[in-house]
């Protein structure tokens, strides 16, 4: 259906002219639009609107909260695992400077 709109007859001039009366602001053509549909339409459902509102801030809240609480796990399970395999190579280190080393260092 959508294929054939192109089909019609001076269907992009008609298009262009459409967007230039929405756009002019001698005709005003989007106020009209709006004060006549659009308006109408949102006043009617306000109620609606704004209960979706309401439930749709709180389901993001409560996503964000599940969302952060995730990541500060996955975050703090790859610190630990990060600490665990380096734990042996620092306990190495460690164990390699002897007290001769240690002396050698100048002092401050």
Same mark, same amino acid.
């Given at each position: ?9 001076? +269907? +992009? ?20 639009? +709006? ?25 993001? +809240? ?8 995730? %990541? ?19 306990? %190495? ?16």
């Amino acid at each position: 259906l959508l294929s054939l709109w192109p089909r019609f007859p001076f +269907y +992009y001039e008609v298009k262009m002219a459409f967007v230039i009366w929405l756009l002019s602001p001698y005709t005003r053509g989007a106020s009209l639009l +709006y004060r006549r549909f659009v308006h109408p339409t949102l006043a009617r459902r306000e109620k609606d609107i704004d209960a979706f509102l309401v439930r749709a801030r709180e389901r993001s +809240y409560e996503t964000l909260l599940r969302f952060g609480k995730r %990541g500060l796990n996955l975050a703090a399970t790859a610190a630990v695992q990060a600490a665990t395999k380096s734990q042996g190579a620092l306990a %190495g280190r460690l164990r390699s400077f002897s007290m001769q080393d240690l002396r050698s260092l100048p002092e401050q």
